[in-house]
């Protein structure tokens, strides 16, 4: 088939969403489709079989587009309207695979040549919005109903997790809806750096708990921090990540707390580096406060052979259970009595090892999510020839 795959953000970039469209033309494209991809002008272009990287125009003087919803995202996202545009009326898609946003752009052109449109559902775009911007509330039922629209006028919707993926049936279109997780990284390392051994960062025969990602509020990494005051005290609370006004705000809570010997910040290191990383810790952290899309850390997370303590929530509990990973509530206190559990009782922890290792096995390599991915095409042409 010729599939249209537009990808609303910079790629190529180290970061969850491309690595994710990374992964799903290499799938693709692998199998024997030619691929288009659409995206924004800024990233690196790479390899990809079957694949051709189509850009944007750039805009001059606009700067890095940052992840989530931005002025400047809305800018590019109306230039790739045209882009879009242009290209099916020169050429005819058997598919437009559409992330995120871009689907109503893949609803307007499709038409044109009646290319089937797949819609791939990495987050609720209505939630994000009125998360983000609560004086939005008031048009939460447009928000709605814009997004039901959407998946009512796609011919199939791929949903990242559970959570979606029941959004998406709420809506009752009857549009088929499928689940395709994310995956383990598995990517090359190609900086020609290697990880330091993160044990002589910190004292000598002192456990390392690590935490790997961005330091926004919802991520609950103050709430380890706070948490740092009732574990044992031969434990360290390391963080890699975040940018440098998140940094030092949890380095003054640290101080104000009286842990900062106890927490240290490494600040960003390359995502290449990040199994390398992981293995190195006593026990791994997600202690996010809030969300339903699960983090695409955590396939890694299950597959580095380190126990994993993760918040009780619908953003963890979708893949995490009991019996794969330690789960707390959201609060301080419980975060430090599943830390002091994990550390303490080395037969708890290896059984949650020897499941988490199962489960990444198992579900989340990047074998199923090319089983998977090739079963849901399979299906749309299934439904095209009948």
């Known amino acids: 088939m010729k599939i249209l ?35 924004f002008p800024e990233g690196k272009d790479i390899e990809i079989p079957n694949t051709r990287i189509l850009r944007v125009w750039s805009i001059p003087l606009i700067g890095q587009v940052p992840v989530g919803f931005s002025i400047k995202k809305l800018l590019y996202d109306f230039l790739m309207i045209s882009a879009v545009l242009w290209k099916v009326l020169t050429k005819r898609y058997d598919v437009i695979h559409a992330v995120e946003e871009s689907v109503y752009i893949a609803l307007l052109c499709a038409p044109i040549k009646r290319s089937r449109v797949i819609y791939d559902m990495d987050s609720s775009m209505a939630d994000q919005l009125l998360e983000k911007w609560h004086i939005l509330r008031r048009l939460k039922g447009l928000l709605n109903w814009s997004e039901g629209l959407a998946i009512r006028h796609s011919d199939r919707v791929i949903a990242v997790c559970q959570a979606l993926v029941d959004k998406a049936n709420s809506y009752g279109s009857g549009t088929p809806v499928d689940l395709l997780t994310d995956t383990v990284l598995e990517i090359e390392n190609d900086t020609g750096e290697s990880a330091e051994d993160l044990k002589t960062l910190i004292e000598k025969d002192r456990k390392l708990i690590l935490y790997i990602g961005n330091l926004e509020h919802y991520q609950g990494v103050d709430m380890v921090i706070e948490a740092m005051r009732n574990v044992s005290d031969n434990i360290t609370f390391m963080i890699i990540g975040g940018i440098q006004a998140d ?78 990973a330690c789960l707390v509530d959201p609060e301080p206190v419980s975060i430090a009595d599943g830390i002091n559990k994990v550390l303490s009782n080395q037969l708890y922890a290896n059984q949650l090892v020897d499941k988490a290792r199962q489960d990444a096995d198992e579900s989340y390599s990047y074998q199923a999510f090319k089983d998977n991915l090739i079963e849901i095409y399979n299906k749309l042409e299934k439904a095209d020839n009948g």
């Not at 609303?8 to 969850?16: L, S, V």
């Not at 380095?251 to 995502?271: I, Y």
């Not at 791994?284 to 994993?308: F, H």
């Not at 918040?311 to 259970?321: E, K």
């Open 5 to 39: 795959i537009l990808a609303p953000q910079p790629f190529y970039t180290q970061r969850g969403t491309p690595i994710a469209i990374r992964n799903l033309a290499s799938v693709l494209g692998e199998a024997g489709h030619q691929i288009d991809l659409m995206t």
């Open 247 to 324: 940094i030092e705000r949890c380095q003054k809570l640290a101080e104000t707390l009286g842990v900062d010997r106890q927490v240290v910040f490494l600040g960003p290191r390359p995502v290449q580096l990040l199994q390398d990383y992981l293995r190195q810790a006593d026990c791994l952290i997600s202690p996010r406060e809030k969300g339903v899309n699960t983090p695409m850390k955590i396939y890694s997370y299950l597959a580095a052979g380190v126990p994993v303590i993760a918040t009780n929530i619908p953003s963890h509990t979708q893949i995490l259970d009991n019996n794969n």
